[in-house]
C-alpha cells in the first residue's frame, strides 16, 4: 500500500527499511507545538485571503487545539508510517473534522513548513539559554562579590605567575558568559525571517500575505528568496556554533574546578550535592558534575562538525539529507542545558579554601613582576634589559654565608680593608655591578 499522503503516483508501498531510514517523528515530534502554531496562522492567512472558508478555517483551528491537547496529555498516538510530526498532525486532524482538513495544506509544502517549526523551535530554545546563562552570569557575580579581596595565584602556563584575586578570577567567566549571550542574540535576530510561503521551492500561485503570517508567528519578516528559504540550515550551524564555543567555556571552568579541588591545590570544596564517592576507595570525593561538564563538550562540537559536514555538499534547493539537521541539534541543547545548570549548581555551592589561596599567591615568586616595576621606576633601569631580569633573578638564590660573620664580606671601594660595612656609595655601587 503506498504513502496516503504522497503516494498516488507509486504502484506499492516502501520498503520496511525505507520505513524505518525515512521516519523522523521519533525526534522531530519534539516541535509539535511549533507545527501547530505554524498551521494556525497558516490558516488564519488562508482565510484571510478569501482562499478558503472561514468556516474550514475556524474548524481547522479547533481540531488544531483538540490535536495539541492530546499530544500534552499524552493520549496521542504517534505513527511511524507518516513518517514525521507534520503528517501525524494533520492526519489526526482529518479524523477529527473530516474534510476541511485536506484545505490545511493548501499554499504549502512541507519543506517551508519543517524550516518555519524548526525556526519557531530554534528560536524558543534560545530564549531559554539565554535565561540560563544569565542566571549562570548571577551566580557567578554573587560569588565574585562575595570575595573580591580575596587573594589566589594567577597561573599562565598553569604555573603562577601573579597574585589576582578569587573574585577577579570568577568575573573572568562572567565576561565569557556574557559574550555567550551575545552569540545568542546575534543568531536570534538573524534567523528570525518566516519561510512560510516558499513552499517546495518556487512559492505558489495563491494570493498569500507572507507578511501576515510573519506577524502571526512573531518573525520580522519573512525571507526574501524561496530557494534559499528551505535550503537555509544557517540558524542551525549558527546555534550549535555558539553551543560548541558556550560548552568550551564551561568545559575550561569545569577544568579548573577539578584540579582547584584536589589535595595539591585544594583551593574549594564542591559540596556534596555535586560530588560522588567511590565504590572501593572510601576516601574518595569525586569532582564528577565537573568532569561531565568537560567530558559532555565533546557531543557538542561533535553535533556542530557533524552538521557542517550534512550541509557542505548539497545543491540547491531541499534534500533529505537536512532532515539529519534535528537529532544533533536536539541533543545538543539538551547536553548544554545540563551542562549550565550543573555548573551553576556548582558555582553556588562551592567554599573557596582562602588561607590555602593566599599561601599559593605567596609562594613561586609570584610578586618577581612588580619587583622588576620598582626596579624600571625607582631605580631606572630599562624594562626590556637583560640585568632587570638578572636583578630579579638574584633574589632568588641565597648569599653565601661566612663562617663568622654569617655573609661574606667585600672589600669597600672607599678603603684597602674588608668590612663588613659600607658607605651608601659603594653599596650602590655594589647592588648596580651584582645586577650587571
Not at 621606576?377 to 660573620?405: E, H, K, N, Q
Request: aromatic letters at 6%; a neutral charge; glycine letters at 8%.
Amino acid at each position: 500500500m503506498s504513502n496516503a499522503m504522497w503516494g498516488g503516483r507509486f504502484a506499492e508501498g516502501p520498503d520496511a527499511v525505507l520505513e524505518a531510514i525515512n521516519a523522523s517523528i521519533d525526534f522531530d515530534r519534539r516541535f509539535y507545538a511549533q507545527d501547530i502554531a505554524g498551521s494556525k496562522a497558516h490558516v488564519g492567512m488562508l482565510a484571510a485571503a478569501g482562499i478558503v472558508s472561514w468556516d474550514d478555517a475556524a474548524a481547522i483551528e479547533k481540531g488544531l487545539d483538540e490535536v495539541l491537547a492530546e499530544i500534552e496529555s499524552g493520549s496521542f498516538t504517534f505513527s511511524k508510517a507518516l513518517e514525521d510530526i507534520h503528517m501525524n498532525v494533520e492526519s489526526r486532524l482529518a479524523d477529527k473534522i473530516g474534510a476541511p482538513a485536506g484545505r490545511l495544506h493548501t499554499a504549502r509544502s512541507r519543506n517551508d513548513q519543517v524550516a518555519t517549526d524548526f525556526k519557531l523551535f530554534v528560536r524558543d530554545a534560545l530564549d531559554g539559554l539565554d535565561g540560563q546563562l544569565l542566571g549562570l552570569q548571577q551566580a557567578l557575580v554573587d560569588k565574585a562579590l562575595k570575595h573580591a579581596g580575596d587573594v589566589m595565584p594567577g597561573f599562565t602556563h598553569l604555573q603562577s605567575a601573579q597574585p589576582v584575586t578569587f573574585g577577579h578570577h570568577l568575573m573572568a567567566y562572567v565576561e565569557m558568559i556574557g559574550r555567550d549571550r551575545g552569540r545568542v542574540a546575534d543568531a536570534r535576530k538573524r534567523m528570525n525571517e518566516c519561510p512560510l510561503g516558499s513552499a517546495a521551492l518556487a512559492g505558489t500561485s495563491f494570493p498569500i500575505d507572507r507578511e501576515m503570517t510573519a506577524r502571526a508567528l512573531g518573525f520580522d519578516r519573512p525571507t526574501a528568496n524561496s530557494l534559499d528559504a528551505v535550503s537555509d540550515r544557517d540558524f542551525v550551524l549558527e546555534t550549535l556554533s555558539l553551543a560548541a564555543i558556550c560548552a568550551g567555556h564551561l568545559s575550561r571552568f569545569a577544568e579548573e574546578l577539578v584540579l582547584w579541588s584536589t589535595p595539591q591545590f585544594g583551593f574549594i570544596r564542591l559540596s556534596d550535592r555535586f560530588s560522588t564517592g567511590s565504590s572501593i576507595m572510601p576516601q574518595k570525593r569525586n569532582p564528577d558534575a565537573a568532569e561531565l561538564v568537560r567530558g559532555k563538550t565533546g557531543r557538542v562540537v561533535g553535533a556542530l562538525v557533524g552538521m557542517l559536514t550534512v550541509m557542505k555538499g548539497l545543491p540547491l534547493a531541499y534534500s533529505k539529507d537536512m532532515q539529519e539537521d534535528k537529532e544533533g541539534l536536539f541533543d545538543a541543547l539538551d547536553t548544554l542545558s545540563l551542562s549550565i545548570a550543573a555548573t551553576a549548581g556548582m558555582v553556588e555551592d562551592m567554599e573557596p579554601n582562602l588561607s590555602a589561596m593566599r599561601r599559593a599567591a605567596g609562594a613561586g615568586f609570584s610578586t618577581a613582576t612588580d619587583l622588576a616595576d620598582w626596579l624600571v621606576r625607582v631605580v631606572g633601569m630599562p624594562f626590556r634589559r637583560p640585568i632587570t631580569s638578572r636583578a630579579v633573578w638574584s633574589l632568588r638564590r641565597p648569599r653565601p654565608r661566612s663562617r663568622s660573620s654569617g655573609f661574606r664580606s667585600k672589600p669597600c671601594r672607599r678603603s684597602s680593608r674588608a668590612s663588613s660595612r659600607r658607605c651608601s656609595r659603594c653599596s650602590a655601587s655594589e647592588t648596580r655591578s651584582a645586577a650587571a
